[in-house]
């Protein structure tokens, strides 16, 4: 029993002698701090591709159809001439100066020259009627008193000259039976043209 014992004994002490060189080398082998690596990470490489330069021939292009856009109507719009804007030429027509309702009875009109006194004299008629057949224009407010007619009431002032400042100039006002301003406006025109205006009674 104790030779088994102590044979046993024995293996057991070499096994655990083997053991503790066993490590002690393989430590060594590593050079005592044991670190780990990684590997290095292989980089790829990108090649350069080089466009080449498109040229296009007179060719190319003719071959290429302009784009028609289709069902659309024919644009006829004229851009007005200057002379349209010119003041001369405008002058050179007659002014509707509008219509005016009313449920007055009368109308005063007053008138005046609308820039500075130059000698404009003007003609003013009642329904194709000469009610004045000539008056200077001067920078106090004239003017006369009319019944009005159930209907249309039209009054023309025409110019006779243009004074010393061409065209013919002229303000007014047209006062209802309350005395308030219904109207108020200002012609322009050259001779021999009139401004018109129209009181429609209600």
Known sequence: MNQY????????ILGLMFGVLS??????????DFKVKAAPVKKKEVKETKVKDVKFSNEDFNKIKSYE???????????????????????KRDQDLGVVKTSSGTA??????AAY???DKVRVYLNY?????????NAEEQGF??????????????ALNEGFAAPNTA???????????????QWNIAQGYKATIILEKE
Not at 23 to 32: D, L
């Open 5 to 12: 014992f102590s044979f046993k004994g024995q293996i057991f």
């Open 23 to 32: 490590t002690a080398y393989s430590q060594e082998g590593f050079g005592g």
């Open 69 to 91: 856009v289709q069902g659309l109507d024919k644009n006829e719009y004229k851009v007005p001439e200057k002379e349209e804007y010119d003041a001369e030429k405008l002058a």
């Open 108 to 113: 005063k009109v007053r008138y005046r020259d």
């Open 117 to 119: 006194v130059d000698g």
């Open 129 to 137: 009627v000469i009610i004045q057949p000539e008056v200077l224009l």
């Open 145 to 158: 008193d009319i019944d009005l007619k159930p209907g249309l009431n039209r009054i023309d002032f025409e």
């Open 171 to 185: 303000e007014f006002k047209i006062y209802d039976d309350q005395g308030a301003v219904i109207s108020t406006n």
